[in-house]
């Protein structure tokens, strides 16, 4: 039974939130995306889905904005992934600035094929964290910190 979606766009959809908010100025600019979504969702944040409360992730939205409360059991290596890239449209020639800090893989939109080879491409580096949900914790202490008013609507009925 999937949960409600939320009409907070940060939360339903917050990859086009953060494209959009780096397109719109100095390129790889993080500052403005973490500001952004802190503003947006300080009076929000029991909206976004807490993933320890469901019991299949297919529950969730693909895409969309979780919290996870957890502990890191391992820290690994840092890796490099390319953090800009264009996407060039196949037939016009047109480019587009494509930022995938934030994700592993960005679909390009339809007649647009990305650019990986492109010398305004940029790298950077990322450290890689293997969180686990915290062992043994008590049910009662799982319900104190699970969001009430989406513990009320959290299954949607069948």
């Known amino acids: 039974v999937p949960l409600p979606s939320s009409s907070i766009e940060e939360i339903r959809s917050p990859l086009a939130v953060i494209q959009r908010i780096l397109a719109n100025g100095p390129n790889g600019d993080s500052n ?60 016009s020639g047109e480019r587009i600035r494509a930022h995938a800090k934030y994700c592993e893989l960005l679909e390009p939109p339809q007649g647009f094929n990305a650019d990986l080879s492109d010398a305004t491409s940029k790298t950077s580096e990322r450290t890689p964290l293997h969180c686990m949900g915290v062992p043994h914790e008590s049910v009662w202490v799982k319900r104190s910190l699970s969001s009430p008013h989406l513990a009320q609507q959290a299954l949607v009925p069948p």
């Open 32 to 91: 403005r995306v973490e500001e952004h979504f802190s503003n947006a969702l300080q009076n929000n944040w029991e909206q976004v889905p807490l993933l320890n409360d469901v019991e299949h992730v297919e529950q969730l939205q693909p895409g969309s904005l979780v919290r996870f409360r957890c502990m890191i059991q391992n820290i690994y290596n840092p890796e490099w992934y390319l953090a800009e890239y264009d996407h060039v449209n196949q037939s």
